[in-house]
């Protein structure tokens, strides 16, 4: 949960670009916001037909003009079971839209499902229907889209369909629902400044220009400020935004295991679009994701005893040996991307010794004369915008021809043992023991799947051949060691879908659009970490004693965030994101799998301009 969330939002309340600004940006996180009615939009009067009894949430108003003045498109998407069950008509049902229009300003679309539980339609929350509807109505995809909500089922429908999910709790909210949801807001004018904040992220600080900073290393120790160049920045130019950057070598740092490698891959294309060259410090554990990002020139690998988790003491000679190797490199620049919870500062010393001049980190700590771009980051942004908004920083935004989605090079063919394209894949293994998928569950995930009529490939690396075997039984197809992560992303490339833990394949199935069931432990907050702009479902109890520990083994007894989930909530996530059982004998064109051919249900369009 996000608790500094309403500080930060009103520190950026300026920030608010007009239309006019927009146009010859780089590519945006979000075209269109789309919002729960009842207890989002105006107060929760149940089955309400009557216009007289509309009353808007505080602050809706004035929130919504931001967003509209933003240039960001604005939907309504509400379940009214109501007209299924006959408590009020669709006239009733106009007239009270009207009303919120009148008091709320206009809508660009209205998206109503009128049936109720039973009727089984794909657009009744939590089914992701109405947010696809909203977002082809105006123009655009979900993945573009952030939703607004009050309970569980917006945030659930949202992530089902691509797009960020925010939860704006009431007093009827559940705190599980809470607990699970990537992001939480105290209210709708704070979910609505986050929108604009994160949006803003992307571009390059504008106020001050690319190297007309203040001299402000009497700023940079002060804790309001998201970003700072600190000392003589006019002496260490960075790039100006005209291809003066083209020229310069740029190293982009990013240790720690494959998942973070790869969620740091939009960062760093922003930054191959301005430099010259690029090249990646990773560790060994990174290596292979490294090898497979788009922009890297030349990989580097060395082990950084301040960031592995499985560190070695620190050895003089061999940091001796780092600087000299840095030195080689002979980089006119860094950027040190780093999760929220490690530091970039060790790093900058050495690549100060080495040389570099300008160097680019996220450091909550006192940086000194270390950084040059001292750039700071609320805690719960996605990993993978984190590090967007950290080159954007430094000069680097995400160029026009670029999107901010994971993407990878292009990948061998799979094994011909995955068989064809549209199975699911089942990844029961992790790095880090507890963010992986109980044994005993994941067989249970195999069987129920299979029985369902799902192909099931089961996948793991070389150490987890037993665990691969054992999962896999008579039911699904075993993987296991076979694949290098190379192999591997061609395998999730062909799924209609991945089940995985909080683990390197959620974000290769980022990277390919495929939709994802993440078993997810919250070790670590789920909002950072989980599966970005790809159809997601969550399970797992979020509230489970190993919460935000970020223990690598699981510090509880018998695991129990993952080791209490029904295999069949997996073949009810799979219904809900869209994903059919695909006997053996069909034969579906490769091109017809992944998030774009999901079906798009008939929706009933009702009041407002939308109609
Ligand atoms: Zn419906």
Redesign the pocket.
Known sequence: MRKDHGEADQRRSAGVLADADRAGAGPVLFDAVLLDRDGTLVEDVPYNGDPDKVRPMPGARAALDRLRAAGLKLAVVTNQSGLARGLFTETQLHRVHRRIEALLGPFDSWQV???DDG?G????KP?P?LVHVAAHALGTVPARCALIGDIGRDVTAALAAGAAGILVPTPVTRAQEIAAAPWVAADLPSAVAEILRRQDSLRPPAATGYGAASAGSAIAGVGDVDHVEVGSAAARPGPDGDGAGRGRTVLVVRSDSAGDVLVTGPGIRAVAAGAGRVVLLCGPRGRAAAELLPGVDEVVEHRLPWIDPAPVPVDPAEMAALITRLTALAADEAVIFTSFHQSPLPLALLLRMAGVARIAAISDDYPGTLLDVRHRVPSGVPEAERALSLAAAAGYPLPQTDEPHLRLRPVPPPPPEAGEPGYVVLHPGSAAPARGCPPELAERIARELAVAGHRVVVTGGPQERDLTARVAGRYARDLGGRTGLAELAAVVAGAGAVVVGNTGPAHLAAAYGVPVVSLFAPTVPFGQWGPWRVPTVRLGDASAACRDTRAASCPVPGHPCLSGVEPGAVVDALRLLGVPPHPVSSHRPVALVGAASRAVPA?ASSGGRGR
Do not use: E, I, K, Y
């Open positions: 499902c009128p049936h009727d339609c794909a657009c009744r089914a229907g929706v």
